[in-house]
């Protein structure tokens, strides 16, 4: 076995910078102890193999905290892979298993007869519906001594998982659902074709479900695969998650994609609808104020001409004051659908000023929608 300070000093060098826990960092090694070593002595490693998608897999590594000599206490755990999860128990003779609470205290030390075990499940459905080749996931748990009243013994025991995922479909072009902005008054739809691959060819696609009501999802029969459509309703505004189920004809499988989407109004500004600045109200502004004022506006649905057009530029009591002020609507030549709304003071206010630019859609009537982008100038004596 080797010794203390030969341990402690592998475990510090592998847990070096900073942690994620606020607050957390992981000490140099302590005069007298031996030179930092490359070597992993007390890493633990587990090769799951490879997984079917779809399958979930436990492995539990058992801890000897004796090896560290002090009484440290397992604090909390760190894994890197996004599809698993691990937790640290102390389980006890009859099995029952009892778990840690983060703490440091005498009283989160394992009884008599209990042993401590850092618990891992891989779940491969979080993952999306592809071979993944063997790969390598770590992860460390935090340990501090009882007797460290602020932390700053703390150390990390290091540990690496090993799995790869077969996949028993292929999916084309899309494995995930990514909708991206979606109108207000529009609907958005995906669609993408799904089969069994080369050794499952005879793989059968039954029904499609979603989580979220306001993502429908249908399958199609295709030539030689299935076609799965997905269509997002847009209702409340902001970011949406769901998960995608297709049942196949293995009772044991089903497929899964995970859909996102951003709900967003028809018309909307960048990066907030209002534009503010400072001038001398004597007289009007060097035309390079355009450059410096202005926001991005932008109209998501598609079934119409993205351009803008100025309606009016008005005072708090609704006053038309467009004579006091230029306003220039230009084409953004990277975002198709979106204008740079620019503003300038040409004069004419007494004091300091708050109102609107309300902006339009060309050719449409009176009830067409529109976006009020907030205008306020704050006077200033000198240019």
């Known amino acids: ?106 009283t989160s030390l394992p009884a008599a007869g209990e042993r401590t075990l850092l618990h891992i499940e891989l779940d491969t459905r979080k993952k999306d519906a592809v071979d993944l080749p063997k790969t390598a996931s770590r992860g460390y748990i935090l340990l501090q001594q009882v007797q460290d009243p602020d932390g700053m013994g703390r150390i990390r025991w290091p540990f690496v998982i090993r799995f790869g995922i077969d996949a028993p479909v292929e999916l084309q072009p899309f494995v995930a659902l990514d909708f991206g902005a979606v109108a207000r008054s529009n609907t958005g739809e995906i669609t993408t074709t799904v089969r069994g691959d080369e050794a499952h060819r005879d793989l059968r696609f039954l029904s ?26 847009p209702n409340q505004l902001g970011n949406h998650r769901a998960a995608v189920a297709i049942e196949t004809s293995d009772p044991d499988y089903e497929v899964g994609l995970a859909a996102t989407w951003k709900v967003v109004p028809d018309l909307q500004a960048s990066p907030m609808n209002k534009i503010s600045f400072s001038a001398a ?90 976006l009020p982008i907030d205008l306020v100038v704050f006077a200033t004596k000198h240019p």
């Open 1 to 106: 076995m080797r010794s203390l300070p030969s341990l402690l000093t592998t475990l510090l060098f592998l847990g070096c910078g900073a942690d994620p826990d606020a607050g957390t960092t992981t000490p140099k090694p302590r005069p007298g102890l031996a030179p930092a070593s490359r070597e992993v002595a007390l890493a633990l490693d587990h090769d799951f193999g490879v997984l079917a998608h779809g399958e979930r897999r436990t492995h539990e590594f058992e801890l000897d905290l004796g090896v560290l000599g002090e009484p440290f206490v397992p604090l909390r755990v760190h894994l890197e892979c996004s599809c698993g999860r691990a937790d640290l128990r102390y389980r006890s003779p009859s099995g029952a298993d009892r778990f840690l609470h983060g703490t440091a205290a005498g």
């Open 281 to 370: 109200l004597q007289g009007p502004q060097d035309e390079q104020a355009l450059l410096r004022q202005f926001v991005l506006v932008t109209d998501h649905r598609t079934d119409r001409a993205p351009e803008f057009v100025v309606d009016a530029i008005v005072d708090a009591g609704g006053a038309d004051v467009s004579s006091c002020f230029e306003a220039v609507l230009t084409a953004v030549p990277t975002a198709g659908r979106q204008q740079r709304l620019q503003v300038r003071y040409l004069g004419g206010l007494d004091d300091s000023f708050r109102g609107k630019i309300v902006l339009g859609k060309p050719g449409e009537g009176a009830d067409q929608q529109r």
């Open 208 to 233: 499609a479900r979603s989580t979220d009501p306001d993502l429908r999802v249908s399958l199609e029969p295709g030539d030689g695969h299935t076609v799965l459509r997905a269509k997002v309703d």
